[in-house]
């Protein structure tokens, strides 16, 4: 994306190259161009930048703002394509569990989350298998028991795509939900942690097919999983 901006506090050239330097050396801008004659800076960049970053990077006698640019507007378009992947799977899913219950006299709570998890884990798992190496390179660096233990990263596919089948031909309901509890709350242990710690790393629940930010997205991800888990298992107990 590119966008430009108004710069204030310039006088000379020397300014221009003040001000560039200062706003190449942010993460994810890959060009700059400063023209002091309308005090205008043009910056293109891999993913939205908030504007008060880009005010950070200057000298306090400079300031920048936004010349006919939205940026709640853009940071929510950002949002929105950046996750656009999960969001639509998410849909898909909940659209399938809705239309598998539709001829039903009333809504099956228990069933919906036994399909909704059946989906899940199946069409998750399907992206991890077309890139298992890629995958597992990226759940390495930051799940608990895949650091330790490398080899978890790629049993892990497996295993996700067991525990959707197992949902969906109703497989002792008991024995999987408990399965889906300990191994989902393993897994958002190392989430949390990136998250909590902002690291910049690509998050791995869509395997290696989507750039996709380890963000509190995958948090909520794990924690409706463990979740629905618990809330089956309290019920067929």
Same mark, same amino acid.
């Given at each position: 994306?590119?966008? @430009?901006?108004?710069?204030?506090?310039?006088?000379?050239?020397?300014?221009?190259?003040?001000?560039?330097?200062?706003? !190449?050396?942010?993460?994810?801008?890959?060009?700059?161009?400063?023209?002091?004659? /309308?005090?205008?800076? @043009?910056? @293109?960049?891999?993913?939205?930048?908030?504007? #008060?970053?880009?005010?950070?990077?200057? /000298?306090?006698?400079?300031?920048?703002?936004?010349?006919?640019?939205?940026?709640?507007?853009?940071?929510?378009?950002?949002?929105?394509?950046?996750?656009?992947?999960?969001?639509?799977?998410?849909?898909?899913?909940?659209?399938?569990?809705?239309?598998?219950?539709?001829?039903?006299?009333?809504?099956?709570?228990?069933?919906? *989350? !036994?399909?909704?998890?059946?989906?899940?884990?199946?069409?998750?798992?399907?992206?991890?298998?077309?890139?298992?190496? &890629?995958?597992?390179? $990226?759940?390495? *660096?930051? /799940?608990?028991?895949?650091?330790?233990?490398?080899?978890?990263?790629?049993?892990?596919?497996?295993?996700?795509? $067991?525990? &959707?089948?197992?949902?969906?031909?109703?497989?002792?309901?008991?024995?999987?939900?408990?399965?889906?509890?300990?191994? *989902?709350?393993?897994?958002?242990? &190392?989430?949390?942690? #990136?998250?909590?710690?902002?690291?910049?790393? !690509?998050?791995?629940?869509?395997?290696?097919?989507?750039?996709?930010?380890?963000? @509190?997205?995958?948090?909520?991800? /794990?924690?409706?999983?463990?979740?629905?888990? &618990?809330?089956?298992?309290?019920?067929?107990?």
């Amino acid at each position: 994306m590119k966008h @430009t901006y108004q710069i204030t506090g310039m006088t000379c050239s020397s300014c221009e190259t003040k001000v560039k330097s200062a706003l !190449q050396m942010i993460e994810n801008v890959t060009e700059v161009v400063v023209t002091k004659a /309308d005090n205008s800076a @043009t910056i @293109t960049m891999n993913k939205h930048i908030p504007l #008060s970053d880009l005010q950070q990077a200057l /000298d306090p006698k400079y300031t920048i703002s936004a010349i006919q640019f939205n940026e709640t507007e853009e940071l929510a378009k950002s949002w929105f394509e950046t996750y656009k992947p999960i969001l639509l799977i998410f849909f898909y899913i909940s659209l399938v569990v809705v239309l598998v219950q539709i001829n039903s006299e009333r809504f099956n709570i228990m069933m919906a *989350m !036994q399909y909704f998890m059946a989906g899940f884990f199946l069409v998750f798992s399907f992206f991890k298998f077309l890139n298992l190496k &890629g995958f597992a390179e $990226s759940y390495v *660096m930051y /799940d608990v028991l895949a650091k330790r233990i490398p080899i978890w990263a790629y049993l892990y596919a497996f295993i996700e795509v $067991s525990l &959707g089948m197992a949902y969906l031909i109703n497989f002792n309901p008991l024995v999987t939900n408990i399965f889906t509890f300990t191994v *989902m709350s393993l897994s958002i242990i &190392g989430v949390l942690q #990136s998250v909590f710690n902002k690291r910049k790393i !690509q998050c791995a629940c869509l395997g290696a097919v989507f750039n996709l930010p380890m963000s @509190t997205i995958t948090i909520i991800e /794990d924690a409706l999983m463990i979740v629905m888990s &618990g809330y089956m298992i309290i019920n067929i107990l």
